[in-house]
């Protein structure tokens, strides 16, 4: 399984707010390291989405927001759109391996109803 | 503007290996390094490693170790993935990207890795 842990899924209708955990342990998010997401719409590439915790990069609407606290970090997405049915990924950096590497969530898959 | 342009896709048999590439442009290729993530069929992203360009050090998951390789072409821009004695559970999309401190600003299109039997 994966470092970071996220839901499967969470689903919302157009114009609500959801949220998506990602829980890591003291030897990633816990130990300091920022949590970044990103967007993968169906059959594309990953897209950033937020880099560390709370920035978005150019071009992302501002319905989508990030936090971290502790060991935890969240993606929040306010006025849900159609086009926002994706899969979403946090990620971030882990020192507790004997070869120190970059790990990623599960995923959660956004389901706008 | 920045672009990874990944090689098509590949078929391959059971223990052989596979080499993808991914050419960069529209920026100093040498001044970020490049990771590679793979996504196997209906599953997450997995990270496999990274490679300086500037001087080629490289550092790999360690699931990968004594398998993988990662090069580069400083004329070409291009930086590239080789993964040997390859298993049907080596079966994914393999992406490269650009990784702009500790995150990935800029992502390859992806190249399929299919192993059969």
């Known amino acids: 399984q994966s470092v970071l842990t996220q839901p499967p899924s969470v689903s919302g209708a157009p114009g609500q707010r959801v949220a998506i955990s990602c829980t890591g342990s003291s030897s990633n998010i816990g130990a300091g390291y920022d949590v970044h997401w990103y967007q993968q719409l169906p059959g594309t590439a990953p897209k950033l989405l937020i880099y560390g915790n709370n920035n978005r990069p150019s071009g992302v609407p501002d319905r989508f927001s990030g936090s971290k606290s502790g060991s935890s970090a969240s993606l929040a997405i306010t006025g849900l759109q159609a086009e926002d049915e994706a899969d979403y990924y946090c990620q971030s950096y882990d020192s507790g391996r004997s070869v120190s590497n970059w790990v990623f969530g599960g995923g959660t898959k956004l389901t706008v109803l | 503007q920045v672009q990874l342009v990944q090689s098509g896709a590949e078929v391959k048999k059971a223990g052989a290996s596979v080499r993808v590439s991914c050419k960069s442009s529209g920026y100093i290729f040498t001044s970020y390094d490049i990771n590679w993530v793979r996504q196997a069929p209906g599953q997450g992203l997995e990270w496999m490693g990274w490679?300086?360009?500037?001087?080629?050090?490289?550092g790999y998951a360690q699931r990968f170790l004594g398998r993988v390789t990662m090069t580069r072409n400083l004329s070409t821009s291009e930086a590239f993935l080789e993964l040997k004695r390859l298993r049907s559970d080596d079966t994914a999309v393999y992406y490269c990207?650009?990784?702009?401190?500790?995150?990935?600003?800029?992502w390859g299109l992806g190249t399929l890795v299919i192993v059969s039997s």
């Open positions: 990207a650009r990784n702009w401190g500790y995150y990935f600003d800029q």
């Open positions: 490679m300086n360009p500037n001087n080629g050090n490289t």
